[in-house]
């Protein structure tokens, strides 16, 4: 690839690098900043001072914040996100399951939400001020109202209690086969899916239409090309940076919004452990499953602007 | 058995043309108004009619409604257009599709604007072609190639795989006559084609269009506002005037012996006669050594530039783009600071930076530009946009300053009744007096004039440069008039820098500058403003020195 490509992806990692080391800070610092410590959430109300003291000096609270944040950074690059003080458990090893679970479920929202809002967007272009494009913008936008818990109990209200085609609790299991796996994340997916849905559909509409204006899409249309084969081939190629900057950010929120998603249908995925948690004051884990979020939508972004970046003929082909 | 014959030539016939379009005035209901009223051509195979007027005119619309295509909402509501001997009218969105770009292809104004910047050119010269099945892709990039050398396009082989953003406007113009050309239409709707390049860049374009004309005997209507332009390749021309014909007769006989008033007052719109004035002992203004470089960029924009300028007279800045003259306005206005060399204003030397230089000093240079829309707030009324400067500079309010905004208005031959309207309501040409009014208002000694005619019809812009040169005699001021167009020059300088590559090539008093012996960019700049005489463009081309920039 040309050099001015390769610097500005560089640029930009490196860029992401930094926000996510200074994301790291924040987040030490916040629970740093928060009344007791370790230590005394572990002994509980009860503690002596001198047991304090002791158990303070064993974990090495005693040091410098500094030198603690880069004993906690250096875990976390190692992959030692420490341990849970709940459970007891190593953070690291239940997380995986439950990333897992998490990317699993974003993804099949994705697979379905994203095309569909591209191939949605170009129909109300085509159809643009009709009344298809009235539809698809209405359906889209009511379904984007509609808070997600809601549209999730809807969803259960029909499809598991009254008609019982899929389970409205989606339960997960390792070994699980691979059918009873999407039959058991249907209605989160579904419901994901009609969340992000309008954003991205909007978007490319908006995209598409701006684009539209250009003298090149007349010289499309002069050429005898379909009104169709004029947005597919004309416009979108050149809508498609604000578009995908749209879809990286609906992807994140599939994977650091789905809390709610994932709490109404019992799905045991980062959102759940995350909620879990948090009730419990785990601040280990708050930390690590924070991280994890930030470390998502930094990448995500980081992809979407190298693709606008990739995706403008003039960076791609120099003068 | 002669009438079977004469129909068969023609190739395109419209009857009684109407076109219409719904406008949506603020604040009144939304009204049907009458683009094209009745206009009716005939046009054989192989000939080219061009369509000649103002903006408004309806001249592209005319144009548009061979393929059957309506601009922003325009409708076809009248009339017939024959093509190839069917009504294209009763075909319907099949039947247009089927045409454009097959039969009738189309060259935009700005290819730069008209080529899709994601696809290669090759993809886009040859997409109708494909589209419509009438070669196989190799065969079509083939005759593209073929076609590329004919318009004498460098690297014709290659061409084809680079991006619009990689060639050059005067190439990108030629490109799109290659792809007009490459589905072997019938018919060329040639729109503006050259209005958007420099005049040396033109005489390339124009003379590349004119061999490709003739040689592959397609038919062609080509619209201009420059009737010298089509003068060279047209063999009938039409006027146009606010949708309705005017005259329609062959090329010699429209700018030779035109019929009617207004044709002839398009044929001689350039002679405005201007005394050359002596210039003074003393410039108010000098510019000294100036180099100058956007950013930290090596590449000067201006280099080592030094001109003086005279309480009352013009200095015209000519050149190409990229040559500098806009740089160097904003040189002198503080806008770039130069890197190198000192603006003196009234013996001492101005700031280089516009944040130092007191309000005073800013009172006494003023622009104007070539976009006068875009120079206004849209949501400011004239009053409040020629009001402002009173206000700023000195300080006027209520009634004193109404009085004067009134007084501006008629300086600029507009009436009172224009204080309260807004930008958005006015014409082009108002809108340029408005932008002059403003200007005035600072009681300035320099304005610098930076295009302020190129975005304007050629009459409109006639009486602005008459204003203009009025003004300068009234109020003493001095204009630093940058252009690339030489007639304008002549209409209205006492004294002239050729600028080329950030240089000055040629300076010196209007007379001096343009008597021979010329230097070889002066001579190109010169040869290349198209006259109107049938055969000029071949003499040009032939007596040239070197060759244009662009290409």
Redesign the interface.
């Known amino acids: 690839m040309s050099s001015p490509i390769v610097k500005l992806v560089a640029q930009r990692i490196a860029l992401g690098i930094l926000l996510l080391l200074a994301v790291s800070v924040l987040i030490f610092a916040g629970t740093q900043i928060l009344p007791g410590d370790v230590a005394q959430a572990i002994l509980g109300q009860s503690a002596t001072p001198e047991s304090l003291a002791n158990l303070r000096e064993q974990l090495g609270l005693n040091d410098p914040a500094f030198i603690r944040y880069f004993r906690w950074l250096g875990g976390v690059v190692t992959g030692d996100l420490g341990t849970a003080m709940s459970s007891g458990q190593d953070i690291a090893t239940s997380i995986k399951g439950r990333l897992w679970n998490t990317l699993f479920l974003a993804f099949w929202a994705a697979a379905v939400a994203v095309p569909l809002a591209i191939i949605l967007g170009l129909i109300a272009v085509r159809y643009r001020n009709g009344w298809v494009d009235k539809l698809i913008s209405g359906l889209a936008l009511a379904s984007t109202s509609f808070p997600e818990f809601f549209i999730g109990y809807v969803l259960v209200y029909f499809f598991a209690v009254k008609y019982q085609i899929f389970p409205g609790i989606s339960t997960v299991y390792d070994g699980m086969p691979f059918g009873e796996r999407m039959q058991a994340i249907m209605l989160p997916a579904a419901a994901l899916t009609l969340v992000v849905l309008a954003h991205m559909m909007r978007m490319t509409r908006a995209a598409i239409l701006n684009v539209m204006q ?3 899409v ?9 009104a169709f084969a004029v947005i597919r ?2 416009a979108f ?2 809508a498609i940076a604000p578009i995908i900057n749209v879809v990286m950010l609906n992807l994140a929120y599939l994977i650091v919004g789905v809390v709610v998603v994932e709490v109404i249908f019992v799905y045991p995925g980062m959102g759940q452990y995350l909620v879990d948690h948090v009730t419990k004051r785990d601040v280990p884990v708050v930390q690590a499953v924070g991280l994890i979020f930030a470390a998502v939508y930094i990448s995500l972004n980081i992809i979407a602007d190298i693709a606008a970046i990739i995706a403008n ?2 960076l791609r ?1 120099p ?1 | 058995m002669a009438d079977i014959k004469a129909k068969s030539d023609i190739l395109l016939d419209i009857r009684n043309l109407r076109i219409e379009a719904t406008v949506y005035p603020p604040g009144e209901p939304p009204k049907n108004i009458t683009l094209v009223h009745d206009v009716s051509l005939t046009l054989e195979k192989g000939k080219v009619l061009g369509l000649i007027g103002e903006s408004g005119a309806g001249k592209s619309t005319i144009g548009l409604s061979a393929m059957g295509y309506g601009r922003g909402g325009v409708r076809i509501t009248g009339g017939e257009v024959i093509l190839n001997g069917r009504d294209i009218l009763k075909g319907g969105k099949e039947g247009f599709r089927k045409l454009r770009g097959r039969e009738v292809c189309y060259v935009a104004q700005s290819a730069a604007a008209a080529f899709n910047p994601a696809h290669r050119l090759m993809d886009q010269v040859v997409e109708a072609t494909l589209l419509h099945g009438t070669a196989t892709r190799a065969a079509a990039e083939k005759r593209a190639v073929a076609l590329f050398k004919k318009l004498s396009l460098p690297n014709p082989e290659s061409i084809g795989e680079r991006f619009p953003h990689q060639v050059s406007g005067g190439q990108l113009q030629r490109v799109m006559t290659a792809m007009a050309l490459c589905s072997e239409p019938d018919l060329i709707v040639f729109d503006e084609p050259t209005t958007a390049l420099d005049v040396t860049t033109q005489i390339d374009v124009l003379a590349a269009i004119k061999d490709a004309i003739r040689d592959t005997h397609v038919a062609a209507l080509y619209i201009t506002h420059d009737l010298a332009v089509v003068a060279q390749v047209s063999d009938e021309i039409m006027v146009l005037r606010h949708g309705r014909l005017v005259e329609w007769g062959g090329t010699r006989q429209i700018i030779k012996e035109p019929r009617q008033e207004y044709t002839n007052a398009l044929v001689s719109v350039h002679e405005i006669e201007h005394q050359e004035q002596k210039p003074g002992t003393t410039p108010f203004l000098s510019v000294k050594n100036i180099t100058a470089a956007y950013g930290r960029s090596h590449i000067k924009v201006l280099k080592n530039v030094s001109v003086d300028i005279f309480p009352g007279q013009t200095l015209a800045v000519v050149g190409e783009s990229g040559s500098g003259k806009s740089t160097l306005a904003r040189a002198i206005t503080g806008l770039l600071p130069p890197e190198e060399g000192t603006v003196t204003f009234d013996g001492r030397p101005l700031a280089n930076r516009l944040a130092d230089r007191p309000k005073e000093d800013l009172r006494q240079l003023q622009m104007i530009y070539q976009m006068a829309d875009v120079a206004m707030n849209p949501r400011q009324t004239v009053g409040t946009i020629i009001g402002r400067p009173l206000e700023f500079y000195f300080g006027m309010r209520g009634r004193q300053r109404d009085a004067r905004v009134a007084e501006l208005l008629d300086k600029i031959e507009m009436g009172k009744g224009f204080i309260d309207r807004y930008p958005a309501e006015l014409s082009g040409g108002q809108k340029q007096r408005v932008c002059i009014a403003r200007s005035l208002a600072a009681k300035p000694k320099l304005i610098i004039c930076d295009e302020v005619t190129s975005a304007l019809d050629p009459l409109v812009a006639n009486g602005i440069l008459k204003l203009l040169l009025e003004l300068q005699k009234e109020e003493n001021v001095a204009y630093l008039f940058i252009t690339h167009d030489l007639a304008t020059v002549k209409s209205i300088a006492d004294s002239i820098a050729v600028m080329y590559r950030g240089e000055v090539v040629r300076y010196g008093a209007k007379s001096q500058v343009l008597t021979p012996p010329f230097d070889a960019y002066t001579d190109l700049l010169l040869s290349s403003v198209p006259e109107m005489e049938i055969g000029w463009l071949e003499k040009a081309i032939k007596g040239r020195r070197m060759a244009s920039a662009g290409n």
């Open positions: 250009s003298a090149y007349e010289t499309a249309e002069l050429k005898g090309l379909s081939r004309h190629p050149n003929p003039r082909h003068k």
